[in-house]
């Protein structure tokens, strides 16, 4: 995470957007970093950004982007290249990770984001997953890169989380 995913993170956040906390999110996987790592702490410091590490929320992989999209999606273009051995497979994984387009990811984003805000109307889990026509908005060029919840919503989910 230190030496590839914070120099690619400083390489292509958008500067507009660079003064705004930037999440990655992790499953439950004991070896993965954890959220208050001093050494990744201190790389962090480095950049210049705010850049923090949580947990994927257990048993809901519509909370997680990588589950929600990105590794179907990212699968799908691996497989149609149909590499005969690992190392074949992990030269295609690698090379189709690099050319990955942005603009699909921020899809899975945009998802996940929605799933969020379903979760906070909701209170639980009871949500469906919701469906905003990603595809005829991209074409109309007016697909969001982020969505936005009331701020009633998010003060009474606060409110919610402080009393837990």
């Known amino acids: 995470m230190i030496g590839k995913l914070l120099p690619a993170i400083v390489a292509k956040w958008p500067r507009e957007d660079a003064g705004q906390t930037i999440w990655i999110q992790q499953d439950n996987a004991p070896s993965h970093v954890p959220a208050h790592d001093e050494q990744f702490a201190t790389a962090v410091t480095q950049t210049g950004f705010d850049i923090r590490i949580m947990k994927q929320p257990p048993n809901s992989p519509d ?3 990588l589950d929600l999209g990105f590794f179907a999606s990212l699968q799908s273009l691996v497989d149609d290249t149909n590499p005969r051995n690992i190392d074949e497979l992990i030269e ?4 189709e990770y690099r050319k990955y387009n942005p603009t699909v990811l921020n899809r899975v984003f945009l998802t996940l984001q929605g799933c969020f805000i379903e979760v906070m109307k909701d209170g639980g889990n009871r949500y469906k997953v919701p469906h905003m026509g990603k595809g005829r908005l991209e074409a109309l060029g007016i697909l969001p ?18 009393n837990i």
């Open 63 to 65: 909370m997680n982007a």
């Open 92 to 95: 295609q994984v690698h090379k």
């Open 145 to 162: 890169k982020t969505l936005s919840c009331e701020r009633q919503l998010y003060e009474r989910t606060m409110e919610i989380l402080a």
